[in-house]
Each structure stands twice: as structure tokens, then as C-alpha cells.
């Protein structure tokens, strides 16, 4: 199916030259952190969404088709949408496939974009440890360095349903406030960024804090072993170091992970680096 899609892609004018080189590199970025996400575990088949900003505008901002994999995802089939629903523009798929975009997406991601002109980036998952954690009432807790770097930067939001109620979207934005992590109760986690690398940066912390949580969860229930509370000033500490204008503006190389993860696995399959930008 895969294979289908992008031959019929070819045929039309490329996605390169009907935009701008900013919007361009802002696809190939976005395309990149999708294929990290599979990396690293954190999908949940065609479900979930990143989406960024699309560069130069306040309104205007880029998804994956629902439909398509993770893995699947170029920079060339992200769908653009404005900050009302609507499709701005989206590959020809092949007839039959009628691919569109997540409403739930645009409810949750359209909110904070909308809200948040700072915003670039959003990413939101379902994955198993993140899921957990959202279900544990005290939420995450302040037992490592890395869940130390949450302390007063995450906001939680109660479970309404399936995110497809326009009127959620104001109290999802109220109760992300000015953090750049929500954990979404009995559902799931999401992360911003004032850059794509920043909120994928964000979102491997956050799933390695609740990752980490529930193996030591696990570990006290099992074998009686009590978790050792971490004194307050240290937890002041590390988020004082967090705040550091070097973590705010050095995220990982989302492109130089990405070629990494592809070419390691050139291999195992029939996709190339080049399948990246189709």
C-alpha cells in the first residue's frame, strides 16, 4: 500500500516545488520525528498526532494523514490545515484510500496552537508506560533526575471522552497553562516545543520518567523494596538547571537520529534515507 502511494505521488508535481524552502524543511523535520517515534517505541499505529507549525504563519500547521503508519509518513503526504478544521492542502492518495486527517487531532492540536503562539511543535502519544502513569492518581512522581524536570512543568487534564468536543479545547489549554508537558488522564501524554527537536525532546523524558516509574512501581509491590523520596532542594536544583536556556534551545538532532534509525534499518527493508523527503 505503501508502495502504491508514493508511485502515484510521483506523477504529480512534487510537494518541493509547490512550497516554500521554510515549510519544506519544517516536513522534512516533521517527517523525521515521526520515524523517531517509531524508534523509540512510542506509537500507537495510526493513531496520535505531531503536528508543527507551518513556518510564517500564525494559523496554518501541518499533520499526518490518519490512515498511514508512523513509519510511513514523508514529508511530502503531511496534510496542511488551518486553525479551523479545514484542509489546505493534501497529497492525491489513491482512489479508494481517501486518507483525511484525525479530528481528535485538530481538537487537541488546533487548541494549543491557537493558544500558544510559541508554540511549534505538539506531540501527543499513547504508549503503554505513559497510559499508566495517566491512570495512577498521584500522577508522575518526583523520584529521578529525568521526572525531576517535570516538577512545575506539567499540567494535568481530566478524562472526557474521545477528543472530538470543540468545547474541551479551551480546558485542555487551561490546564496545560504555560508548561510544555500535559499528562492527559486515563489517556495518554503530550509535549510542546518552541521547536520540533524541543517537544521530541520533551516526550522521550517524559515516556522515560513514566518507563521508569512503573518498573520501580512494579519492583516495591514485588519484593517489598520502599521508594526513596528525593529531598526538595534537589528537585529545586534540577529544574533550576532544566530551565537553563541551554536545555530550552539544544534538543536532539531530530534529522541526524532519523538518518540513523533509517540507515541502520536500510537493510531490513526497501526504505532509503531518500524516503524521508517523498
Known amino acids: 500500500k505503501v508502495a502504491v502511494v508514493r508511485s502515484r505521488m510521483r506523477k504529480s508535481k512534487s510537494v518541493r516545488e509547490l512550497v ?3 515549510e519544506w524543511a ?15 517505541r512510542m506509537t500507537d499505529l495510526i493513531y496520535n498526532h505531531i503536528t ?10 501541518l499533520i499526518n494523514a490518519y490512515g498511514m503508519l508512523y513509519e510511513e509518513i514523508t514529508a511530502s503526504s503531511l496534510i496542511k490545515v ?5 484542509v489546505l492542502w493534501a497529497p492525491e492518495f489513491p482512489k479508494g484510500l481517501g486518507y483525511k486527517f484525525n479530528p481528535a487531532g485538530f481538537v487537541i492540536h488546533g487548541a494549543i496552537h491557537a493558544a500558544r503562539p ?11 508506560a505513559g497510559m499508566a502513569v495517566a491512570s495512577l492518581k498521584k500522577g508522575l512522581l518526583p523520584m529521578t533526575q529525568t521526572s525531576m524536570r517535570f516538577v512545575g512543568h506539567i499540567g494535568y487534564h481530566d478524562y472526557e471522552g474521545p477528543a472530538i468536543d470543540l468545547g474541551e479545547r479551551e480546558r485542555l489549554v487551561r490546564d496545560l497553562g504555560p508548561h510544555d508537558a500535559l499528562i492527559l488522564r486515563n489517556h495518554g501524554l503530550l509535549t510542546t516545543g518552541a521547536t520540533i527537536p524541543e517537544a521530541f525532546n520533551a516526550m522521550h523524558r517524559l515516556e522515560l520518567s513514566c518507563k521508569t516509574q512503573i518498573a520501580a ?6 519484593s517489598d523494596v ?16 532544566e530551565d537553563h536556556q541551554f536545555f530550552k534551545h539544544n534538543g536532539v538532532d531530530v534529522k541526524g537520529v532519523a538518518r540513523a534509525f533509517v540507515n541502520n534499518n536500510s537493510g531490513k527493508s526497501q526504505q532509503g534515507a531518500s524516503t524521508l523527503t517523498m
Do not use: W
Open 52 to 61: 508543527c507549525k507551518v513556518p510564517g504563519t500564525d494559523d496554518h500547521f
Open 118 to 128: 510559541e508554540v511549534q511543535c505538539v506531540i501527543h502519544t499513547h504508549s503503554l
Open 20 to 22: 516554500g524552502e521554510a
Open 82 to 86: 488551518d486553525l479551523e478544521g479545514e
Open 26 to 40: 519544517a516536513r522534512v523535520d516533521l517527517a523525521a520525528c515521526y520515524r523517531l517515534m517509531v524508534k523509540f
Open 217 to 222: 512501581m512494579y519492583d516495591e509491590f514485588r
Open 226 to 241: 520502599r521508594l526513596k523520596d528525593i529531598a526538595k532542594p534537589m528537585q529545586n536544583a534540577i529544574v533550576a538547571a
